[in-house]
């Protein structure tokens, strides 16, 4: 029997991902990716300044405002190819790992950590029992049987108050949830820990950057952080040295709670190993140069196709021409007019119809790279460094494997992670490799300086007439690119490929489906009510739809209706 | 000593939802305050926010909401009345997040002791990066609410001697960005 199950995120104004799937049998058999605002935002940029464009494009999300701001410096660097001090660059890059690991924590813990985690089965665990398990895991030294006692007491009391529906975005005795209470307890203990961490990472954003969330030190052409050892109201040494040593206490939580936690949880839900594999083509850009010149990368870029790791391509520069050529947008089953179109003749015309399964059903384009859907993201990232042998990549994926297997108690291969679960332990992956390079370019900052340059900035000089550009981040949800026209002096196109749009793109013109279309089929759903599975894997890309608009809401009964047609 | 946090919320490049950080431009531009009291735009945080609002004894947001009335009407809203309907299934980090990050502070004992929401019911969501006229209209009566609340807490703010640029850099009603005015 066929049965239709709509995952709708009903409010008047919010943009958000809808999920309309098909399920035969207790499998999905056909999905739909519908993105359910048109944003358009970037028409606001037309006729601007494009050295104020930075400004408005940290506006287009509101989580993920600083690698707007970066994509969009870059874009206009590229375009009038004007490279940046290397100090620019450290302090760049120091500002992106930062926004990239409080982003992938917030993920884990708070976005997606009860989908796994029933924390009705808290109440149920051995504190002690919870802590000689953790401590059989990591040496992370808050893992005590106090911690875990005082992290059950919270939820304990919560129950007794009857509040624990606070919490309720889960779907708590689901069962597809078989996670033993210690490791729930385990998880959660660290869900609560989390919070001091983000705020750690966010200091140093806000230190370099001048505030959060949105930072203030972004210029075309470098930074507008003024470097003088010895003044105040600079970077001095006392911050290079406030900032190592907040990097010095969140790389623990990285490598001793986070990567752990997931390679636990992984281990103990291998079914998740199986399902949810995507578009099998994968795309990362290269990205925190270690130079001004942006001539080495310490994260490589480059794609894969048809899950072939062995045949992977690799990216020479940021914006490697092959990129710059092969990628485009198709308008097919979207909601704007146009057919095919690269981003640089790219168009924001909408033209709206009803949802329409064989036509137009969503405000997202499909792009597509040489005509095929591709993959963005922490397991984009991590599978094309891996099978370029990038040794960074390959240290802290073999750890997690083997940390992976030994739970499974079943040989856990890189090919394993091309799956639902696989995105999850990508992105722990990455956070390990971030919080070393951390270290790595706040030293290389502290050293530059040191040898004398303290130059951030190289003055933009624009030309008359019209040249185009493109400005590319690996940011926390995958490749980034703004495309730039500038004419005169001025902003004449601009469109923005993000990550989401890439990963919740729609069928396009030779019917092939989006990455989040493809990873929903075979997925298992047990209770068509409550799909939990497909939110699991949805869950897994870290999906970023609204980048918009969040009014809020206090007489909404319900932020997502799951509707069974 | 005991820190007092006004926050506006929303994206300004989003019609009406701007009114929160607006909201606060025209406070920095208009008020002096006493003691430790920050004023910031935290444009749209999602999961975020516990991150800005722990460690703040009180905290003023000002954000659009959806009143029921007509645009420009505003509501006010204490923490009971926000935790009173839980949130539901969430699909990305970016949805509004106070429900959630209220309990979390809570569960956390991070939760500051004085809360209060200000929503103002928006006419106008298209992207653009100006308020609709009724809502401009109205954001003095944002600014009262923040001002009584001052009072209530104990903290005081003062009309400045002579009123500082607005600084809504994005609203196309504002004076044209100079290239000074540009950040370097």
């Known amino acids: 029997m066929t049965s239709r199950i709509k995952i709708d995120p009903i409010s008047r104004i919010e943009g958000h991902l809808r999920i309309d799937a098909e399920v035969d049998g207790g499998r999905v058999s056909k999905a739909w990716a519908s993105c359910t605002m048109w944003r358009g935002i970037e028409n606001i940029l037309i006729g601007r300044d494009p050295r104020e464009a930075w400004l ?5 999300c509101g989580v993920c405002t600083t690698v707007h701001a ?15 001090p290397p100090n620019a660059q450290y302090i760049r890059n120091i500002i992106l790992i930062h926004h990239a690991l409080h982003d992938h924590i917030v993920h884990f813990y708070h976005l997606s950590a009860l989908d796994w985690i029933d924390v009705l089965q808290i109440p149920n665990a051995d504190p002690a029992k919870t802590a000689s398990l953790a401590q059989s895991l990591s040496s992370w030294t808050r893992n005590s049987p106090q911690e875990f006692k005082s992290a059950q007491d919270k939820v304990k009391a919560l129950a007794a108050s009857g509040q624990l ?3 309720a975005n889960g779907y708590w005795g689901h069962p597809a949830m078989h996670l033993p209470p210690e490791v729930s307890l385990l998880g959660f203990t660290h869900y609560l820990q989390a919070l001091e961490f983000q ?26 952080n003024a470097i003088d050892l010895d003044s105040l109201g600079t970077l001095t040494m006392d911050r290079l040295t406030m900032i190592r040593s907040l990097i010095d206490e969140v790389i623990p939580f990285v490598h001793q709670a986070y990567l752990p936690d997931v390679c636990a949880i992984a281990g103990m839900y291998p079914e998740w190993l199986d399902i949810g594999c995507g578009a099998k083509n994968y795309l990362a850009v290269p990205d925190l140069p270690s130079d001004g010149s942006a001539s080495h990368f310490d994260l490589p870029g480059g794609v894969i ?11 020479q520069s940021a914006a490697d021409p092959d990129f710059r050529r092969a990628v485009t947008e198709d308008a097919t089953h979207a909601w704007y007019k146009g057919g095919t179109l690269h981003p640089w003749k790219g168009q924001t015309v909408p033209e709206y119809t009803d949802f329409q399964e064989n036509g137009k059903y969503t405000w997202v384009k499909a792009p597509r790279y040489g005509g095929r859907p591709m993959e963005v993201g922490p397991l984009a990232n991590v599978l094309v460094g891996y099978a370029q042998g990038h040794p960074l990549t390959r240290k802290w994926t073999d750890l997690a494997l083997g940390r992976i297997s030994a739970v499974a108690r079943r040989k856990v291969t890189v090919d394993d992670l091309q799956s639902t679960m696989g995105r999850y332990a990508a992105r722990a992956v990455r956070s390990a490799m971030l919080a070393d390079l951390a270290v790595k370019h706040c030293e290389l900052l502290t050293d530059n300086i040191l040898s004398g340059d303290v130059a ?13 550009g493109v400005g590319t981040h690996e940011a926390p949800r995958g490749t980034l690119s703004h495309w730039v026209v500038v004419k005169d002096a001025k902003l004449a196109n601009y469109q923005a490929v993000v990550p989401t749009t890439w990963n919740a793109s729609p069928r396009d013109s030779q019917g092939n489906v989006g990455p989040y279309e493809a990873s929903l089929m075979r997925n298992p759903v047990a209770d068509p009510e409550r799909p939990l599975e497909l939110l699991r894997t949805v869950h897994s890309f870290d999906p970023c739809m609204a980048c918009a608009c969040h009014t809020f809401d206090p007489d909404g009964r319900e932020i997502a209706r799951v509707k069974v047609l | 000593m005991n820190k007092v946090l006004i926050a506006g919320i929303g994206n300004v490049l989003l019609g009406d939802d701007g009114v929160g950080p607006f909201s606060i431009k025209v406070l920095e531009s208009q008020y002096d305050f006493e003691g430790n009291v920050e004023l910031v735009d935290l444009g749209t945080p999602g999961l975020d926010l516990p991150v800005y609002l722990s460690g703040a004894n009180a905290v003023i947001l000002v954000d659009s909401a959806k009143c029921g009335g007509e645009a420009g009407d505003i509501r006010l809203f204490r923490k009971q009345q926000i935790l009173r309907n839980p949130p539901r299934a969430r699909i990305d980090p970016h949805s ?17 002791r004085e809360f209060l929401m200000i929503g103002m019911q928006g006419g106008r969501f298209e992207p653009g990066s100006t308020l609709s006229g009724r809502v401009r209209l109205c954001i003095p009566h944002i600014i009262d609410a923040v001002r009584r609340e001052l009072r209530r807490l104990n903290v005081w ?15 196309s009603f504002s004076p044209k960005t100079t290239d000074k005015a540009l950040p370097r």
Do not use: Y
């Open chain 1, 56 to 60: 408005f494009a940290q506006r287009f």
């Open chain 1, 70 to 84: 970066l994509a969009s410096v870059r874009a206009v660097e590229d375009a009038l190819k004007l490279q940046i």
């Open chain 1, 165 to 167: 529906g606070i919490f």
């Open chain 1, 199 to 224: 705020r750690k990472s966010n200091q140093v954003v806000a230190i370099l950057g001048g505030k959060t969330p949105h930072i203030q030190n972004m210029t075309v052409g470098g930074v507008g």
């Open chain 1, 305 to 315: 196709f048809s899950g072939d790791l062995a045949g992977v391509k690799k990216f």
């Open chain 1, 456 to 468: 951030t900035h190289n003055p933009p000089q624009f030309p008359k007439g019209e040249v185009e």
């Open chain 2, 96 to 112: 509004p997040a106070l429900t959630e990050s209220i309990s979390l502070l809570e569960l956390m004992g991070e939760m500051p």
């Open chain 2, 157 to 171: 703010c003062v009309p400045k001697a002579s009123v500082k640029p607005l600084g809504t850099w994005w609203d």
